[in-house]
């Protein structure tokens, strides 16, 4: 998806674009860091876990299996000590948008924990994450947005996560479509 690191989108919703990671296993797909001010941050992944026909509907078995086996890989890091005093703040839901839409957008789930010291975490203050996971082009389409849960960030981040979102699944629907003619 995406060719080459220069197609990648260079800034969603204001956050810009830091890396990509593509997995030496095939079937992991490749990962993509956004970050912003304040120690927000987006990491979103796409990848088919080798499968030939990755359902495009939220609701078929696979794909509620996926989204599940993404919101226990959470819950796992909390049980190893990675993620400190996790609490799941919404269980997951279908998010629809607009809120009148007749198909949601994603499947997601939002919980708050705080991460444990150690190489490269530069903040241990409690955080807020968005975890949403959609197929698209046959590619799983998992986003995480996460930020601090401070007052600073308690009114713009639901938002912040919708737009971060929608930017996201936009690129990855419109890559390599050619311009339509008027």
């Known amino acids: 998806m995406f060719g080459d690191r220069d197609s990648v989108p260079r800034r969603l919703a204001g956050l810009i674009f830091l890396d990509a990671v593509i997995y030496p296993d095939a079937r992991f797909g490749v990962g993509f ?6 120690h927000l941050k987006a990491d979103t992944y796409l990848y088919d876990l080798g499968v030939p026909d990755v359902p495009d ?3 078929a078995p696979q794909v509620l299996e996926w989204f599940s086996a993404a919101r226990n890989e959470v819950t796992t890091l909390a049980r190893q000590g990675k993620y400190l005093d996790l609490e799941i703040r919404d269980d997951a839901t279908a998010l629809y948008i607009p809120e009148d839409a007749t198909t949601p957008l994603c499947l997601c789930t939002r919980f708050s924990y705080r991460q444990a010291a150690g190489s490269g975490i530069d903040f241990n203050g409690k955080r807020v994450s968005h975890l949403a996971l959609r197929t698209d082009r046959g590619y799983i389409n998992k986003i995480r947005y996460t930020y ?3 007052d600073e960030f308690r009114e713009t981040g639901q938002a912040g996560f919708i737009l971060f979102l929608s930017e996201w699944t936009s690129a990855v629907q419109d890559f390599g479509e050619a311009p339509s003619r008027s």
């Open 33 to 38: 860091r956004y970050a912003g001010p304040g």
């Open 148 to 150: 601090p849960d401070t």
């Open 57 to 59: 509907r939220l609701d």
